[in-house]
């Protein structure tokens, strides 16, 4: 197999065309451009090969990373998948971007407004971030 990259509106296509069976993006591709089913070929499984990484605050996160947050009294779930965070089948590549698809438009600190679950403790997800890297806004 090869790797490709693809922006994440392509990635959320590439996922759209899904039919029942097709677990991984190779199936999908083979049903889009009529190709027969390749059995030889090993399974890629999403949930082992990446997790999320941001370089900038030196944050890895290990595949099926699960975050969280409310927001006008819903509760909403992302994973960490392939570089993306997943919420409901659609990869969205930052956080600011994920925050957009649930209706936030105005200027928020995302690494603040999501949480993750560490054991019992609910904490937010900017705890994970290299406090050094952090550039603080002069008031």
Do not use: C
Not at 29 to 53: C, M, N, Y
Request: net charge positive.
């Amino acid at each position: 197999m090869r790797a490709i990259q693809v922006s994440p509106d392509v990635f959320q296509a590439i996922w759209s065309a899904r039919k029942p069976g097709q677990d991984n993006e190779d199936a999908i591709l083979r049903g889009v451009f009529k190709l027969p089913e390749e059995s030889k070929q090993p399974e890629r499984d999403l949930s082992i090969t990446v997790g999320f990484h941001d370089p900038r605050y030196g944050v890895k996160l290990e595949p099926d990373f699960e975050i969280f947050r409310t927001y006008r009294g819903k509760e909403y779930r992302a994973r960490a998948i392939q570089g993306f965070w997943n919420l409901n089948g659609t990869g969205y590549a930052t956080l600011n971007e994920l925050n957009k698809a649930i209706g936030i438009a105005g200027p928020e600190n995302a690494w603040k407004a999501w949480y993750y679950m560490d054991g019992k403790r609910r904490r937010p997800l900017s705890d994970l971030r290299d406090q050094s890297t952090i550039v603080r806004r002069k008031v």
